[in-house]
T-cell receptor
């Protein structure tokens, strides 16, 4: 595997379910990101981890819980989501969190909350 | 309120002609701008960037122009190819406080053969 991978690619869940999104990067990067893209809206940054430490939490509701066990893996744990949380969730990584480093994106997980 | 705006949701261009994608921003405190391209079922891929101290950056068929007084960014693709058909996002980075990018909503480019 190369680049940034995400699993699953598609997910349908009920509002009472608990699920997790997984992201893995094979680029040797130290920063990882979760973005949300809703229909007709810009990409919204959710979380940033730099060297496994969370450095940004963009006022994300607590029903989204990130986890970064090491620099290569990033999870997004989902619990009691709402239908308006249906969106494309994109993971990205960069060499570090300096802003000038190019971010490399995964293909995304398309989430539908019923 | 959106700080980075792409007012054209879609654009169609004939193969071989120039494609011009536009982006406007409202915050003077952005110092770095980027363009990403996204194909269906794939994540966005970095295309080209420009620092606020420059007004032009060129990479092959792709050129980005920055007009700071107008707070306007544009991406020129010459000549356009069918493989350029994708959604193009512009993004801007604030000068201080955070390194997070602010993205536009994207413009879908279709290059007709």
């Amino acid at each position: 595997e190369t680049g940034v991978t995400q699993t699953p690619r598609h997910l349908v869940m009920g509002m009472t379910n608990k699920k997790s999104l997984k992201c893995e990067q094979h680029l040797g990067h130290n920063a990882m990101y979760w973005y949300k893209q809703s229909a007709k809206k810009p990409l919204e940054l959710m979380f940033v981890y730099n060297f496994k430490e969370q450095t940004e939490n963009n006022s994300v509701p607590s029903r989204f819980s990130p986890e970064c066990p090491n620099s290569s893996h990033l999870f997004l744990h989902l619990h009691t989501l709402q239908p308006e949380d249906s969106a494309l969730y994109l993971c990205a990584s960069s060499q570090d969190y300096s802003g000038v480093e190019t971010q490399y994106f995964g293909p995304g997980t398309r989430l539908l909350v019923l | 309120d959106q700080q980075v705006k792409q007012n054209s949701p879609s654009l169609s261009v004939q193969e071989g002609r120039i494609s011009i994608l536009n982006c406007d921003y409202t915050n003077s405190m952005f110092d770095y701008f980027l363009w990403y391209k996204k194909y269906p079922a794939e994540g966005p891929t970095f295309l080209i960037s420009i620092s606020s101290i420059k007004d032009k950056n060129e990479d092959g068929r792709f050129t980005v122009f920055l007009n700071k007084s107008a707070k306007h960014l544009s991406l020129h693709i010459v000549p356009s190819q069918p493989g350029d058909s994708a959604v193009y996002f512009c993004a801007a980075r604030p000068t201080s406080g955070t390194y997070k990018y602010i993205f536009g909503t994207g413009t879908r480019l279709k290059v007709l053969a």
